[in-house]
């Protein structure tokens, strides 16, 4: 029995903190909010010089070939501090969507920019009725005599940091299909009005966009299902650190403040509630960990251990935070203090590919608890 | 990170398998799992299944091999909790004497002592309880009014003991007394290894909310001790209770464990009862109920993974491993809460007419009480707020 990190992967912990604590912490996200996006740039090449770009991809296009653990504590400590940036989508999810579903010659013309940092993708996915998985997509992949050209338009699309290349989803003879898409062919690009500030959405036009395809045509969904395992376990990672963090301060303040002639700290109603925040901390940390260990090793029960993860950690998040707020009295309520981020981050985060309920839906799904399999056996993985 | 076990290990649960299918009594693993009602054949019972445990070796087995145990490692221990759970097992009758008691002994207790009780714990010949709380001393412990008195040589000990688990069944009882008034309210505190069998002993049983009759409340009258009974020092018991504290290194798998298996329990109840036509389980509200306590149960066994992993790395548990007693308990209750919801109005039913299985109504019942026994949730709270994260303390501990 061994469930912890690595020491090699606890030793990258503490260089990505020391790292973030160089950027001033949440400085880099309050940076984004006033307007300047030169930081994310900064970041992404201060991240790649320590080799985080190149971890989940494999040594033939020019990366590291590390697994799912070797990211938890990458996204934990971004996640910590709220790194602004593309980090998830492109590292958790456009590489394993390119390694798993790629030909050799689109991995090799787009993963070793990302290995290098050089290059962000992100995912044009959502339209506007806002469904995960639509019955069919209103963007149109027509045939062209070298491909394809795409129209229609995405929305809630991630373009902090000014990705190259979008994976996105349209619709084609054959169902709904995966294409990578230029960022430089977009026709039009809108920006969305966010609640989590330190994130762009855009809306995006494309006009006879060239697309390539990605995978078997038809089957977007299926693909997408797999690539969101890889980006759920790396998402939990973040949402861990950002719990971690607001523990902490939660507990600091209760120390410090104080009322009555004593610290706060020292009132149950104080203490207790944090005490629960540290409970579920501590569970989702565990949850976040199998489930990038379920994934790294192909476990038998991935799905369900990404699933279970998930629905666990996006509403203890948001919870996390929202009782900071309250223990924090009214300096929680400023803009000035950083609890409000944290919040706002859990919301954005809440419903991000994937809702409570789907992953409920799925954790059960993958359980196969609607049919009727033989019962688990009481002695665990082995 | 490796959830496999050794081949050591493997081969270790397949002895312990084949032991139990030979030697649990009989119709057990075929579901005949049925205790007598009746005091007398109960405790015959759970004795006789102890004495089995004991000829097999498996009564106590992270105890030294000189005392009869296996030097189980950690990880064995975690494999024996697995398969007992596994099989239901009968519960052990002496748990107090063998994970609590005889391992403080071994560390404190003086040669005689050793001699006298260890092999009589560990052969169920001698059951033990534990005589903490009064009435007026639950949480607060130091508040304790039962003394002690040295009168003609001998201790003369007078006062009032209640909840006292296996009291009816025990023969002596591991008891915190006030031999002295101190003003620091932890000394002044004195364990004696009472005998029970004497006539200043009187156990009255109380009956639980579930039914059943487990816990006592244990009379002292001029009962009488000597100064071999003492643990430790004289006024220092309460370093005594400390140290018994830490000797119950792995309690907590087993019930890690039975959670697991009753969230399993209660998934095939969702999977088999029909209301209207329809499975439990196709209720996407049951759905996604259950897929929440999932999350939340595998959450509590993986912590529990790691604190162990942090054990075997470090030689002794982290801090974290204090969470896993609150978290597991409160799970328990929100589980059977819910499997009692989802049963529907037939969900007041029991034992035979129960909807699902006939012990669930009673699990239900019974889940009240682990959030109370061994310090209350609120008490865990306090302790986790103060020695992990470091928030002032209460005032008054
Ligand atoms: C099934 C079971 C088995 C038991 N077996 C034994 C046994 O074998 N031997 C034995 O000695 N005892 C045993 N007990 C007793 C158990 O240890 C006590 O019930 C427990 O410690 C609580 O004490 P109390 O009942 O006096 O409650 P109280 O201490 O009076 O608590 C009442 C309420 O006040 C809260 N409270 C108390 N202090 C604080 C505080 N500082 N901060 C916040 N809230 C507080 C409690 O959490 C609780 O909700 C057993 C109890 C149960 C339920």
Redesign the pocket.
Known sequence: MDFALSEEQELFRTAIRKYMNDLDRTAFARSVISGNLDVVANATSGLAEMGVTAIPVSEEVDGLGLGALDLVPVFEETGRVLLPGLQLETLALAVPLLESFGTPAQKAARLPSVASGESSVSIAWYERDGSLFPNSFSCIAGKTESGYALTGTKTLVPVIGDPDTFITGAQTAEGKSLFLVKASDVASSRMLSVLDETQQLAEITLNQAPGELLGEPGHAAEMLKEGLLHFNAALCSSMVGGMDELVKMTAEYAKIRVQFNQPIGRF?AIKHGIVNMKLDLETARSLSYYAAWAVETNATDKAAAVHSARSFISKAFIKAAADSIQIHGGIGFTEELDVQLYLKRARYYENYFGSVRDSRRATAQSLEWHSTPAKRDAVPVS | MDFTFTKKEEKFRGELRGWLEVNLPKGWLQGDRKLPEDNEHYSKFLRDWQRTLYEGGWAAISWPKEYGGRDATLMEEIIYHQEMVRVQSPPLVNY?GIHMVAPTLMQMGTDAQKEEFIEKILTGEQVW?????EPG????LTALQTTAVKKDGKWVINGQ?V????AHLADRCFLLTKTSQSEKKHEGITVFLLDMDQEGVETRPIV?MDGHQ??NEVYLTDAIATDEDIVGEEGKGWAVLIALMLHERSGIAAQVFTLEQQFDSVIEMAKTVRVNGCLLIEDPFVEDGLADLYARINGAKLNYYRNITHTLKNGRPGPESSLDKLLVSELTKELFDFAMTIQGHAGVLMNDDSVFSAEMQGQYLASF?AT????????QR?TIGERILGLPK?LG?
């Open positions: 149950q | 107090i309880s534990q005589g903490y709380s001393a639950g949480s607060d003991k909840w006292t688990s296996f639980q487990e816990f009480g109370i026994g061994g310090g209350t949730s609120e008490v306090n209460d501990r």
